[in-house]
């Protein structure tokens, strides 16, 4: 399995600044151990490991270059971080990450002063950089701000918003561009089109020469200082005039795993640079890691895995993940029905639509990390009378919620969104956690809100979000396998606005949204063992609310509890609500309701993290017998 690798130049790197110890030589020695620890330490964690291979040798240049914390490195995305986290202090905690109460999978604040800005989501660094070079200018004690950037997140809408303004702003920052010619999937679009042809006419000697030493051919912003406006254009021989056009110096391409080119292009950037430079550099996802190399996706994310043989270790199971099904019974409702398209930002596989693309490839839609224009190129289609599936993990559909209320709910088009990693989603943590859309989606006018409770009734929504034309729908889906429950032939639209009795019981009543059903219906044989037994109803829909079982449930009960895999806000909110203004409450009805804690959970596995949001089994338990007034003893 794992051998600790040979370290003797990376044993005697605590912080950065020992880099500056190091002659270029040692560098080099240096990046291939700490290649060698990355693979290794991921191999006992699992985690993202192509993107972190390919910087490698990027992140010994800039550590070695650059005066960290002080200057500002602000890793995109944050998920190929790992080598940067074991040069900053980090290592001796490198085997923990993604684990409960270890290291973050990204970069974050609160772990370590060399992590400027916290990250998860993509194409934010440059707008953050933007922020620390104008802090710089108005006096805060900071040094350079250094944005480094994917080809894949460049392509975020958010990335040139930002390279707009700090063009316009014109003050001393760099932007690193990673070029790997890969997202995820393979990249989408005319700039990745565009970077291609930057290097294809542009040699990489050529700026090596640059780098050792070669002035002349340098951009004359570059040569010269603050003069910039007129020469801005020129760029070099190769051009990169886009990023000129709006306001960096380009500089480019350069081997980004060739440290003797790296290095002096660095220090001689940050000997002469004095407005925004964009640093265009080659890399390949996974490199020097034969089995992450060979991987269409250059070993994006892995599980643990054998270092020798690059297997990977996988759990059993035998239920289909969520996300299978969604795809295939959107792949079957779209057989019947031509007008069903399907839309991914950039994440084909990860939202099971690489299944749609292959059935129907004119019909699927990879606009890249776009997720605003997801939405609002859904709504169009909608517009146009089509049937448009906008596939989006929850955390991601956040950066499209204006474009979800102005574009589509506004005009009550009928765009239907699949939400997939609602809830907690394990080791990504926080930025990754799907707390929100219960509110944010329940909160819209005209908008019809579902939460499947196992993956049959996945399959029902798929049918009922094809089959409903009136407006927008979504339903929500967590990440990970099913519940191993009968699969139905095929899906059935379902009434819309009506949930359903899973159980009878007495005296209390869960109304449960999405698949917590699971660990209320564990609860309740915990229940029943001391005669307890609630009844227990899978609400389905949140909008409309079932006001007719909800009434029934009050009528029949002394109390009520909702739970969700959501923040305040969403589905206990609305039944809360609906019982105030129903006055129930004033007859001294009782109600309780389960949700995620105010505050945003670390990192740890999906039920580790339930755990200390306190919705496993156990606390749904406690929470009934509280509501009864039935005195336990605490657990140990
Ligand atoms: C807003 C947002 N959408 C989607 C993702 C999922 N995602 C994470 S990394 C990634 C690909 C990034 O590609 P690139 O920037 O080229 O980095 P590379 O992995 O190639 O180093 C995507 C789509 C995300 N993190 N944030
Ligand atoms: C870094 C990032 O945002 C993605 O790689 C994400 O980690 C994918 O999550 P899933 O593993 O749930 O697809
Ligand atoms: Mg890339």
């Not at 190091?22 to 993202?48: F, I, N, P, Q, Y």
């Not at 005009?411 to 969104?417: A, G, I, K, S, T």
């Not at 929100?436 to 019809?448: A, K």
């Not at 949140?542 to 029934?552: A, E, F, N, S, W």
């Amino acid at each position: 399995m794992s051998e600790t690798p040979k370290t003797p130049i990376l044993d005697r790197v605590q912080l950065p600044s020992d880099l500056k110890a190091l002659t270029d030589r040692e560098l080099r020695k240096l990046a291939e151990e700490l290649r060698a620890e990355t693979v290794s330490a991921v191999s006992v964690t699992g985690g993202h490991l192509g993107a972190g291979l390919g910087v490698v040798e990027l992140t010994v240049a800039l550590h070695a270059v650059f005066d960290a914390p002080r200057d500002k490195i602000i890793w995109d995305v944050g998920h190929q971080c790992y080598p940067h986290k074991i040069l900053t202090g980090r290592r001796d905690r490198i085997r923990t990450l993604r684990t409960k109460g270890g290291l973050s999978g990204f970069t974050k604040r609160s772990e370590s002063p060399y992590d400027p800005f916290g990250a998860g989501h993509s194409s934010t660094s440059i707008s953050a950089a933007v922020g620390f070079a104008a802090a710089r200018e108005l006096g805060a004690p900071t040094g350079d701000a250094i944005a480094v950037i994917g080809d894949g997140a460049m392509t975020g809408g958010m990335a040139f918003e930002a390279m707009n303004h700090a063009g316009h702003l014109g003050k001393r920052l760099f932007v690193v561009l990673n070029d790997n010619e890969m997202s995820i999937a393979p990249p989408v679009g005319a700039l990745s089109t565009y970077l291609t042809r930057l290097y294809a006419e542009g040699p990489m000697q050529d700026l090596k020469a640059v780098a050792k030493g070669a002035v002349s051919l340098l951009p004359e912003t570059l040569q010269e200082g603050a003069r910039r406006a007129k020469e801005m254009l020129k760029g070099m021989a190769v051009g990169g005039t886009l990023f000129e056009a709006l306001g960096f110096t380009y500089v480019g391409p350069v081997d980004g795993h060739d440290l003797d080119a790296l290095l002096p292009l660095l220090r001689m950037l940050k000997a002469r640079a004095t407005g925004p430079v964009l640093i265009h550099v080659l890399t390949k996802k996974g490199k020097g890691y034969a089995p992450a190399e060979s991987r269409p996706d250059g070993g994006h994310a892995t599980n643990r895995f054998d270092v020798a043989t690059g297997v990977q270790v996988k759990a059993p199971s035998n239920a289909p993940s969520y996300t299978r099904v969604f795809a295939e019974s959107l792949v079957k409702e779209a057989a019947r029905d031509e007008k069903i398209v399907a839309v991914t930002a950039a994440m084909p596989e990860g939202t099971g639509l690489n299944l749609f693309a292959e059935r129907f490839p004119r019909r699927c839609f990879d606009v890249g990390i776009a997720e605003q224009h997801a939405v609002t190129f859904s709504a169009g289609l909608a517009a146009a009378g089509m049937k448009p599936f906008c596939a989006i993990y929850s955390t991601f559909l956040q950066r499209g919620y204006d474009q979800i209320v102005h574009d589509v709910a506004v005009q009550r088009l009928p765009v239907r969104f699949a939400i997939d990693r609602a809830g907690l989603v394990g080791a990504d943590g926080a930025t990754h956690a799907g707390s929100f859309d219960i509110g944010f989606m329940s909160s819209l006018p005209g908008m019809v809100v579902m939460a499947a409770a196992d993956e049959a009734e996945l399959v029902h929504m798929v049918a009922t979000a094809a089959a409903h034309d009136e407006g927008p729908i979504a339903f929500r889906y967590p990440r990970g396998e099913g519940m191993g429950v009968e699969m139905p032939e095929a899906g059935v639209p379902l009434e819309i606005g009506k949930g359903r009795i899973v159980a009878e019981g007495a005296r209390v009543a869960i109304l449960s949204y999405g698949t917590r059903l699971a660990e209320v219906l564990k609860a309740r044989e915990a229940l029943a063992a001391r005669g307890l037994a609630p009844t227990v109803a899978d609400a389905r829909f949140v909008k409309p609310l079932d006001t007719d079982l909800i009434l029934r449930l009050v009528a029949e009960h002394e109390a009520i509890l909702t739970i969700e895999e959501g923040a305040i806000g969403g589905f206990g909110s609305h039944v809360a609500q609906f019982l105030a203004e129903s006055g129930v409450f004033d007859r001294g009805f009782r109600f309780r309701s389960m949700v995620l804690p105010d505050t945003f959970i670390d990192h740890a596995s999906p039920e580790d993290m339930y755990r200390s949001a306190g919705m496993n089994a156990p606390e749904i338990e406690a929470k009934v017998l509280d509501l009864l007034g039935v005195a336990v003893a605490k657990r140990a």
